[in-house]
């Protein structure tokens, strides 16, 4: 969503973008709910919310190019804190420098910094602006005029940017470094990697972390996900497989009880079970593994630091 700075400053729009309007006004008609949700949606109202008394459209006329500049980081400085400044959201920040770890930005970085919250976007072979527009929940309009467009034509590899649009939650906490949490307040026992087995003493590969608390301690969901399996054997016992976005899996090991079923879905932090002993244990635990696209992945390299 576009958030206007007070007070507002009328930009006067070139007489392509003025085409573009009067081009995308014969394909949207103002009378359509769908559009003015849209313009709604643009113009920095809830949906729910009337835009004026007397019903009129936002004054889209208002609406500027889009832009970069260039800003460089100031040691002590974070991304949250130059979004803030900027009255930009974080997410467009992050998207305009394909950032893919925001803890890896440091004093001396030079960034891009746009002009108005969205995200920058290349057009794919079988593409349409109309497509584009719907998918991100955005007025076609906006691109047209933040992009200065003369039609609604466009073609493969060509850089647009999408103003209002938002990177998906799950996307933006990964690089924030938030995408995964612990899955209980436990003790570190054992890490990922070689390690002497508890009970023969053979060297075997733990792919897992092992996090000791009490009996029935809850044990929650480590991101947002699907619950794949709810399953037992004599090695892990009982335990919860949930599948995420992006190829991710979590498993959650040695299980006392479930507290969700296969198919459910769940949000980051719900709980899912709670630590129990069962299966191949020397004591109350949760075996916590995380794979990507079916590879064991070492987990402390998700979780955040504690």
């Known amino acids: 969503v576009l958030v206007f700075s007070v007070p507002l ?34 113009a920095g109202l809830h949906p729910i919310d009337t835009i004026s008394p007397s019903g009129d459209t936002p004054p889209l006329d208002l609406a500027e190019l889009f832009r970069f500049e260039t800003y460089t980081v100031k040691a002590g400085e974070t991304l949250s804190g130059i979004a803030a400044k900027q009255a930009l959201s974080i997410g467009s920040i992050i998207a305009a420098n394909r950032i893919r770890n925001a803890k890896r930005v440091h004093a001396g970085t030079i960034l891009k910094i746009p002009n108005m919250d969205g995200l920058p976007y290349t057009v794919r072979n079988g593409d349409n602006l109309s497509r584009i527009a719907s998918s991100y929940g955005i007025p076609l309009e906006a691109i047209l005029d933040a992009n200065d467009l003369g039609s609604a034509d466009i073609n493969p590899g060509m850089n647009l940017f999408l103003p209002g649009a938002r990177m998906s939650g799950s996307e933006l906490r990964q690089i924030l470094g938030d995408a995964f949490v612990y899955p209980l307040r436990g003790i570190l026992t054992s890490t990922f990697g070689w390690r002497n087995d508890p009970f023969t003493g053979v060297r075997r590969f733990h792919a897992a972390i092992d996090l000791a608390a009490p009996l029935g301690t809850p044990v929650h969901a480590s991101m947002d996900g699907r619950v794949s399996v709810v399953g037992y054997n004599s090695v892990y016992g009982k335990y919860i497989i949930l599948t ?38 020397t004591g109350s635990h949760v075996h916590f593994a995380v794979f990507k696209n079916g590879r064991a992945m070492n987990p402390l390299s998700f979780l955040p630091r504690r």
């Not at 930009?11 to 559009?35: C, K, N």
């Not at 959650?252 to 949000?267: C, D, F, I």
Request: charged share 20%; glycine share 10%.
């Open 9 to 42: 400053i009328v930009i006067a729009i070139s007489s392509s973008g003025a085409f573009a309007r009067a081009r995308v006004a014969s394909l949207e008609s103002a009378e359509d709910p769908v559009y003015q949700r849209d313009m709604r949606s643009y």
């Open 244 to 281: 995420h976005q992006d190829g991710y899996q979590t498993w959650y090991a040695h299980l006392n009880e479930y507290r969700t079923e296969k198919g459910s879905s769940v949000k980051q932090g719900q709980r899912i079970g709670d630590v129990g002993n069962t299966g191949y244990s």
